[in-house]
């Protein structure tokens, strides 16, 4: 569970925030602040793993409020401003919500800093322990990545190949690579990403998980070479 605030001088843009952060079990968000300051305050008696975090507002940029913060948490920027984008991730921010932003997008940011949560977490809970929500329908599902086979996009969905069942998620394939890491799963095919340690065997045009054949496109012969020095 990720302990989350939000911080935005727009109360509608808070209520976007709380309205999404519902949806997704492993959020929980505690509390939301207009002012920043008041955020602060709270924040020097409180501890939590995430913060939203408007860029422009009134009285104190949210990138400077980050700089004011000595330890601070992982941060997923909101703003209407997309000149701020480069700027937000060079402070390593986890994602970048260009308002107005969808449940599924907010979702894919989530995603993200579940993941670096659990790598930051990692001399408790093994990185091979670590798991994502993937939403099918109207559910949040957790699924440890060590699990997951490979996945297969068809059009706007994605299906997610596990061991002993499938899940359709509403993505497309590249929403789907932004969300399983790249030290272990593998883009084979525009329409195919594998985990690495479930490959069983590899030819010039096909790659095997088990008895599954999956195509190898033609841009992304590179990447299978690599894994084979």
């Known amino acids: 569970m990720l302990n989350a605030i939000a911080i935005d001088d727009e109360p509608v843009a808070l209520e976007i925030i709380k309205m999404h952060a519902a949806s997704i079990a492993f959020i929980d968000l505690k509390k939301t602040f207009t002012n920043a300051f008041e955020a602060a305050a709270w924040l020097q008696k409180e501890k939590i793993d995430l913060i939203f975090l408007d860029i422009k507002m009134p009285d104190i940029s949210g990138i400077d409020f980050l700089h004011s913060l000595q330890n601070p948490p992982l941060v997923i920027f909101t703003t209407a401003y997309s000149e701020h984008a480069v700027q937000g991730f060079e402070l390593n921010a986890i994602d970048y919500l260009l308002k107005p932003f969808s449940l599924q997008r907010f979702l894919k940011a989530c995603n993200k800093a579940w993941e670096q949560y659990n790598l930051r977490i990692h001399t408790v809970s093994p990185p091979e322990r670590a798991s994502i929500f993937i939403k099918s329908g109207y559910e949040q599902i957790q699924v440890f990545l060590s ?33 399983l ?5 593998i883009r084979i095919h525009r329409s195919y990403m594998v985990a690495k340690k479930k490959i069983t065997k590899i030819d010039k045009n096909t790659v095997w998980v088990g008895q599954s054949a ?16």
């Open 181 to 185: 890491p790249a030290r272990d799963f």
């Open 147 to 179: 699990d997951i086979l490979y996945a297969e996009s068809n059009a706007n969905y994605v299906q997610f190949v596990l061991h002993n069942q499938k899940i359709i998620s509403r993505l497309t394939m590249n929403e789907a690579e932004s969300v």
């Open 214 to 229: 999956l195509p190898v496109g033609a841009s992304y012969t590179g990447e299978i070479e690599k894994l084979l020095r």
